[in-house]
């Protein structure tokens, strides 16, 4: 079993849809982050989770919101879906809070492709 | 701020051939540096790290990737390609703090020619 998993994989939706994108760790790592990926133009990070009661806007949270239900669960919504929301969706987690070296690698999960009509 | 630059968006190299992929960053603080792989229609996984340890790191898949101070690079290298090598590769950075984050580079798609 992935130690990152997202679901759906893959998502059609239409203009104005709500929808809620969820991810779930069995690393028991702390730190847990939601990025898209767009051609070109690399990953962007949308909003990300340091523990269960921080929450922190990313560079593009504008249209985003998010919801850290407990250590391992952290989910992505969109309140009103537009169609420059098509882009393939990533979680990835990090582990610890001592600084150490190894703690700053993201594991990441296999992505979700949300496109948006 | 930190940032990453990955010039180019594609290379093409033959099977056996030599694999350089460039990136370059911008950092305020001793940074730490990743390298990413993402094969099609999967996430992204660790290729290599550096972290303030040795400068000549050795990642998985034969791949390794030299931290150069002066030049702020941190290119990717592969004595010889193999097909199962195509993919896309980003280049990261971090500061060394508990709390930081990872800045990514726009990426670079890696194509190897039999």
């Known amino acids: 079993d992935a130690d990152v998993t997202q679901t759906p994989r893959n998502r059609i939706t239409k203009t104005g849809k709500r929808i809620m994108l969820e991810c779930s760790q069995t690393?028991?790592?702390?730190?847990m982050y939601w990025y898209r990926q767009d051609p070109g133009l690399g990953l962007r990070l949308i909003y990300y989770s340091f523990d269960v009661k921080d929450i922190n806007k990313g560079e593009i949270s504008d249209g985003y919101s998010v919801s850290r239900q407990a250590q391992a669960k952290f989910s992505l919504s969109l309140e009103s879906a537009i169609p420059n929301q098509t882009a393939l969706y990533f979680c990835?987690?990090?582990?610890?809070?001592?600084?150490?070296?190894?703690?700053?690698?993201?594991?990441f999960g296999a992505g979700t492709r949300l496109s948006v009509l | 701020a930190q940032s990453v630059t990955q010039l180019g968006s594609h290379v093409s190299v033959s099977e056996g051939a030599l694999v350089l992929l460039r990136c370059n960053y911008s950092?305020?603080?001793?940074?730490?540096l990743f390298w990413y792989v993402q094969y099609p229609n999967q996430g992204l996984q660790l290729l290599l790290k550096y972290t303030s340890a040795a400068t000549l790191v050795k990642g998985i898949n034969g791949f390794e990737a030299e931290f150069k101070k002066s030049e702020t690079s941190f290119h990717l290298t592969k004595p010889s390609a193999h097909m199962s090598d195509a993919a896309e590769y980003f280049c990261a950075v971090s500061d060394p703090g508990a709390n930081s984050k990872l800045t990514f580079g726009k990426g670079i798609t890696l194509s190897v020619r039999p």
């Open positions: 990835a987690t990090s582990g610890g809070t001592s600084g150490r070296p190894g703690d700053n690698i993201q594991y």
């Open positions: 950092s305020s603080v001793p940074p730490y």
């Open positions: 690393k028991g790592h702390d730190r």
